[in-house]
């Protein structure tokens, strides 16, 4: 019996028993709580009720291609060259990256119901219990190395943040250089990873974590939220993936020949920092300031002490100045 026959027995969310289980599957009981306990193991919290039985609260929807791929455009549906969905994997954009070396093209998206060493900036790991998350990412190939990149993940934001707004979600914001916030928190996050000639041909993995529905003690050392926690009003992850390739595919078409500057006022109108005083802190280094909007390249517009200032990238963290600190 594999994972997914238990899944897929408790997708309504309903409670069955530990009988009517194994005899849909065809196994024991001792099969069934075995399988149970996988399912824990894989961040996956079953409610067990006596005299009840079992339960997957919130039910369970797998990822599916066709349904991802029900949701494009026709423009978006050619510029999709493949959709790998995976079940358990140590990270999407790790698998596009050994992909783009011997298969180098743009439009290739892996999805993964779980990634086991999924990443984030500044060396964070991205938490992703079994089936909870939208964890994917996108291969696509640029001309004129890194310096044809810039702003990229700006852009990326906006895609997502559209296609959020575009299911009904309100209250989405970006900050700079690449997080979707919900009400001031966390929703999602964006990795962008280059290899290739720094100076030429490249190929540039786009990696995004959007949070659905993650247990109230995931451990994330910030303030986050999930679009549970929202209200969004589609949660179908396939329907959600789908709005944001919609968005996303384009825009990177676009993107390839215009640059950051087409999509600047577009990333300001989501913009949740923007004549707000924060903190700008590289290394060990921290700056006080206003955020002013960023520039054609997509750089930081800081204001200081000292000036404006233009922050293109690095390790930045930047946070909000609370009660003046």
Request: charged share 20%.
């Amino acid at each position: 019996m594999e994972l997914t026959d238990i899944l897929g027995a408790l997708a309504d969310g309903e409670f069955h028993s530990g009988e009517e289980l194994g005899a849909k599957l065809g196994v024991s009981r001792t099969a069934i709580w075995k399988q149970l306990q996988k399912l824990d193991e894989i961040g996956l919290r079953v409610d067990s009720v006596k005299g009840k039985g079992y339960r997957l609260p919130g039910g369970y929807a797998p990822l599916d291609a066709r349904e991802i791929q029900k949701v494009l455009s026709g423009k978006s549906a050619g510029l999709l060259a493949e959709l790998i969905v995976e079940q358990q994997i140590t990270s999407t954009s790790s698998y596009l990256s050994d992909l783009a070396r011997v298969s180098p093209r743009s439009g290739v998206v892996c999805v993964a119901e779980q990634q086991t060493a999924g990443r984030g900036r500044l060396g964070r790991t991205w938490v992703s219990p079994y089936g909870r998350n939208l964890m994917f990412s996108v291969l696509w190939e640029f001309d004129g190395g890194a310096a044809a990149l810039e702003g990229l993940s700006l852009a990326v934001g906006v895609a997502v943040a559209q296609a959020l707004s575009g299911v009904g979600l309100d209250d989405i914001a970006l900050k700079w250089p690449n997080d979707i916030l919900h009400g001031g928190s966390k929703l999602a996050g964006i990795l962008l990873e280059m290899q290739g000639d720094a100076a030429g041909r490249c190929q540039v993995i786009i990696g995004i974590g959007l949070n659905v529905n993650l247990p109230d003690d995931a451990p994330i050392d910030q303030a986050w939220t999930d679009l549970t926690r929202a209200a969004c009003p589609e949660l179908d992850r396939n329907k959600l993936l789908g709005a944001i390739l919609d968005r996303l595919l384009p825009l990177l078409q676009t993107f390839s020949s215009s640059g950051f500057v087409a999509f600047q006022e577009d990333w300001e109108s989501f913009d949740a920092f923007n004549g707000a005083p924060a903190t700008v802190r590289r290394g060990d280094v921290a700056t006080e300031g206003i955020c002013r909007g960023v520039a054609s390249n997509g750089a930081l517009q800081f204001e200081t002490a000292n000036g404006l200032e233009y922050i293109s990238g690095g390790e930045v963290s930047l946070r909000p100045l609370v009660d003046g600190r």
